[in-house]
């Protein structure tokens, strides 16, 4: 699944310290009509497409297991392009951390995102990008804080349940940089799935359509994007 393709790089991350600052991003203004054409053109196909506000990162260091780096933010029209049109600034990364889920019995549980998703029908951790509620009194981008709002809203799972592994792995995949943070569940994987499935039928718009379990190889789909993959392969080889 992964052959054929630019290199992935997985690193083991103890610390994350990035900084959110002012950027004029140039690429939001010299493709800002073609920006809101492609926007106009996804909120046609996906109801819950809005444009809201999101944080990039423009630049990064990772040393001795440490992430730095600063952040920026822009609207989520901008972002959206950038992302359909293949990480059309090439200096530019989307930073974000996922809820890596493990049941107590071993398998890893991926969320189908919803029709009405910008993402629809991809299968993910619980994640998403990070915006300016995820940005700290100090100014710093809070990925602890956004990885524990984004397992809640898309699952109804409390992260205080769970038992969080120390540090992130960091999965970088061409404009893609995922920090996942392992959690181990009490329950097995279909005792989890049915609590989460039961979750999702309370909410009026649920970010998931269907929560899938993956044991191993077999269950790779190919709706599962590239770092997701990279990620399990890692986690089963140790």
């Not at 959110?20 to 046609?44: D, G, L, T």
């Not at 392992?182 to 909410?203: D, F, S, T, V, Y």
Request: charged content about 30%; aromatic content about 10%; glycine content about 6%.
């Amino acid at each position: 699944m992964l052959s054929g393709a630019p290199k992935i790089e997985i690193y083991p991350i103890d610390r994350v310290e990035i900084a959110v600052e002012p950027r004029s991003w140039e690429f939001a203004r010299a493709k800002r009509e073609e920006i809101e054409r492609n926007f106009a053109r996804r909120q046609r196909e996906a109801s819950a497409v809005w444009n809201g506000r999101v944080l990039l990162l423009h630049r990064y260091t990772v040393r001795d297991g440490l992430l730095q780096g600063a952040c920026f933010e822009t609207d989520y029209a901008s972002f959206l392009a950038w992302r359909d049109w293949g990480f059309a600034d090439a200096a530019v990364f989307n930073v974000f951390a996922c809820a890596a889920l493990q049941s107590a019995d071993g398998a890893y549980l991926v969320g189908e995102m919803a029709p009405s998703m910008a993402s629809a029908g991809q299968i993910y951790f619980p994640c998403g990008t990070p915006d300016p509620d995820d940005v700290s009194a100090e100014g710093t981008l809070d990925l602890a804080g956004s990885v524990s709002r984004e397992l809640l809203e898309e699952t109804g799972l409390d992260i205080a349940d769970l038992v969080a592994e120390p540090g992130w792995t960091l999965v970088h995949d061409r404009g893609f940089m995922a920090l996942m943070k392992r959690l181990k569940a009490p329950e097995n994987a279909e005792g989890l799935r049915a609590r989460i499935k039961a979750n999702l039928a309370k909410q009026a718009q649920p970010e998931f359509r269907d929560i899938h379990v993956v044991r191993g190889r077999a269950d790779l789909d190919h709706r599962m994007p590239r770092f997701l993959v990279a990620y399990l392969e890692e986690a089963w080889r140790r």
